[in-house]
């Protein structure tokens, strides 16, 4: 499947700089990344979260680049998987055609995932069915979709004042996050 979302061209009218499907899959991983779309420095390398972005998560996960980068242990699936372009607040919204062609076989292809990372809005409405509330309310909730699941702002360097004014995030969640994931990623070895 992963060659024919290579090949997608669906909304090849509507991507300023082409397609270039930027995402991580397999059968075995254990942790799935669902984020918004790539950027245009991704967009530009092919290896999703290849910017500041991506040296925030991994910090947040405790995880080196090259556990990172193992698409046996991480999956790293966007909402959107072609960069869709800047608005004038940022990166426009991820192309809704990707997530409706593709997003639910590559999840039923991911059978033992045990823990998903809901990055940013549109992929909370998705995998947390949030309606109502803001992305703020639904982190501060995190409790309520643990361990299976746990929502978290984007890592973009553009949120560094939403960091700042939730110093809770750093002091509660993201301790729990990484002994999570140590957790999880040990339990492969034995």
């Known amino acids: 499947m992963l060659s024919e979302v290579a090949r997608c061209r669906i909304c090849a009218a509507d991507l300023p700089l082409g397609p270039n499907p930027v995402l991580q899959c397999s059968a075995t991983a254990k942790i799935l990344i669902a984020g918004q779309a790539p950027g245009s420095r991704v967009h530009a390398s092919g290896v999703p979260f290849d910017d500041a972005s991506g040296e925030r998560l991994r910090d ?15 999956a790293i699936l966007p909402m959107g998987f072609c960069y869709p372009g800047s608005g004038k607040s940022g990166d426009l ?3 809704p055609e990707c997530a409706a062609a593709w997003r639910a076989a590559l999840l039923a292809q991911m059978q033992q995932i045990e823990l ?17 509330g803001s992305l703020t309310e639904r982190v501060r909730s995190w409790r309520d979709y643990w361990p299976a699941m746990l929502p978290l702002p984007h890592p973009s360097p553009r949120n560094n004042r939403w960091l700042s004014k939730n110093p809770w995030f750093a002091a509660e969640l993201l ?12 339990s492969e070895v034995k």
């Open 60 to 74: 947040w996960m405790g995880i080196s680049r090259q556990v990172f980068y193992d698409a046996g242990r991480i």
């Open 93 to 95: 919204a991820p192309r």
């Open 116 to 132: 998903t990372l809901v990055l940013g809005q549109y992929a909370q409405r998705y995998h947390l069915q949030a309606g109502g």
């Open 175 to 186: 301790p729990q996050l990484k002994t999570r994931i140590n957790q999880i990623l040990d």
